[in-house]
């Protein structure tokens, strides 16, 4: 509960901001801008403010924000209270009157200011129909029970520079409510962004092969463990993540393998927490700079960023626009919104290098501040190159599949000349190829494998007897015979050759 408390520390000040004060250069891009339900069939969920005890199939709300076409009437452009309506479902209060909204959640708060945020226009088209075009996604896991519309500028902003993001709300196992940021907290969450990695599949808009995950606070220790069980993610951004300040929740999970941390991961943190908050607050001091996950991790490129101007509440827009201000720590609005800017650049310039793969803004990462013309006094940065992993049969199965399991003689043989080490077994080869035949759909790729295999293992006739075998089912009887007799020749004593030679030659 520690690191939980931490952001919760007393406050008293509001905020006085605007969406049109933060400046985000919107991109080329015009914003479309859908939220809807799917139902998780695996899971059971109650519905609190439904007073009784029925339980449902889990609801995941999804919100979801694209470039769009927004050439034609009646679209209708949003505005903060829209999205704040996102909020009231996910909270199961959708009933609530808008008079009260203020009041009713706490991260909010009745106050002049904040009322006028709520018809403040945003740059997102309600149901805009998708661009026909192919675009990165972006799914992105909230911080602790917060709702997926909580960095709305931060999506709109990415959508108008050609990404999808993709969110829902952070929410417990059973109810809407967590544990207090433990594991099965944790794990829940990431089983919700794996959803949305589901999700992703249903539009064709969407470029499946080119995916990051963002999380804030919670929600970064939630994307930490979900890029450990998928190799499906390209690139990590944390928001002030929690696996900063929290390792020990990320640890004890079965998924844990810092070994299969290996891609582009970014990390923004808060500034440093001044001696008065640490010692009122009871926070201990190795908070400021201590990062063990940044530092144990081998085989990523990863960089670690501090922004001098920001508490971690301003790590979202709600945050700047509505949160309290404590005035023991927090800077002014104007330098708030202005590295809440630099924020939004920063992760706009990681995601184009990491899933665009676009030169000058990779070179943006790997510049220091400085170089990039931004004071050091609002942003100081630390970085590290990954250690060259070691070239084993998993690695190049990595790469047979990312092309489909075709071309591997070509891609085995370029392999071998720069990794001359690399071993691939006969009878791994022999159950991958196996697998995948009869697997639906993947015949093809099962074959190549054994093609690939006779390739390496010419005096196999275990693996000809193999291939066969998956030509016969793939209906290709001729290849099959021949397959079969090279199997025989080797082995006069195969039994099974002989039989099905008889069966297949009648």
């Known amino acids: 509960m520690l690191v939980f408390i931490i952001f919760l520390q007393v406050c008293s000040l509001y905020a ?40 449902v199939h889990r609801p995941i709300p999804v919100s979801i924000w694209y470039p769009a076409m927004i050439g034609y009437k009646n679209l ?33 708060g009745e106050t002049p200011q904040n009322r006028a945020h709520l ?51 952070s929410r417990g196992t059973d109810t809407k409510w967590l544990e207090g940021g433990t594991t099965k907290d944790m794990e829940t969450q990431s089983r919700d962004v794996e959803l949305l990695l589901s999700e992703i599949h249903k539009y064709e808009q969407i470029d499946s092969s080119r995916i990051a995950l963002t999380g804030f606070s919670f929600g970064g220790l939630a994307t930490a463990i979900t890029v450990m069980k998928n190799k499906s993610i390209r690139a990590l951004v944390s928001l002030d993540g929690t696996e900063r300040y929290n390792y020990a929740v990320l640890e004890k999970s079965p998924y844990f393998d810092l070994d299969r941390f290996d891609i582009p991961y970014i990390h923004f943190a808060q500034k ?51 949160a309290f201000r404590d005035k023991r720590q927090d800077k002014n609005d104007a330098k708030i919104m202005a590295s809440y800017k630099l924020l939004c650049e920063h992760t ?76 691939l077994e006969e009878g791994m080869l022999n159950n991958l190829g196996l697998r995948l035949a009869f697997n639906a759909g993947k015949m093809e790729q099962g074959i190549n494998v054994f093609l690939l295999a006779v390739h390496i293992y010419p005096e196999s006739a275990n693996l000809y007897d193999s ?7 793939n209906k290709d009887i001729k290849n099959a015979i021949a397959n079969y007799k090279k199997s025989l020749e080797l082995n006069p004593e195969n039994q099974n050759a002989i039989d099905r030679l008889k069966e297949l030659e009648k």
């Open 16 to 55: 006085q901001t605007s969406l049109k004060e933060i400046d985000l250069n919107i991109g080329e891009y015009a914003v479309g801008f859908r939220h809807y339900t799917v139902v998780d069939s695996t899971r059971i969920y109650k519905i609190e403010n439904d007073f009784n005890n029925r339980l």
């Open 119 to 169: 018809t403040e226009k945003v740059n997102a088209f309600s149901n805009a129909r998708f661009l026909k075009e192919k675009f990165p996604v972006v799914v992105y896991a909230p911080s602790y029970q917060a709702s997926s519309i909580e960095n709305f500028a931060l999506f709109e902003y990415l959508a108008s520079n050609g990404f999808v993001v993709i969110s829902s709300p």
């Open 348 to 423: 706009l310039q990681f995601l184009s290098g990491t899933l665009k793969n676009e030169e000058s803004a990779m070179e943006f990462i790997e510049n220091s501040p400085n170089k990039n013309n931004i004071p050091e006094t609002l942003v100081s940065k630390k970085m590290k190159k990954s250690i060259v992993k070691g070239f084993d049969s998993n690695v190049f199965i990595d790469l047979a599949l990312n092309q489909g399991f075709q071309g591997l003689i070509p891609l085995y043989e370029e392999t071998i000349i720069e990794h001359p080490t690399l071993r």
């Open 272 to 322: 440093d927490i001044p001696k008065e908050v640490l010692v009122s607050d009871k926070i201990p001091a190795k908070l400021n700079y201590t990062f063990q996950l940044y530092d144990s991790l081998r085989y990523s490129n990863a960089y670690s960023y501090k922004l001098h101007d920001l508490t971690h509440s301003h790590f979202s827009t709600i945050g700047v626009l509505f």
């Open 467 to 473: 291939l066969a075998l998956a030509y016969f089912y």
């Open 76 to 108: 209708e452009q949003l505005t903060v209270l829209d999205y704040l309506q996102v909020l009231k479902e996910e909270e199961e209060s959708k009933n609530l009157p808008n008079e009260l909204l203020l009041d009713w959640f706490p991260e909010l």
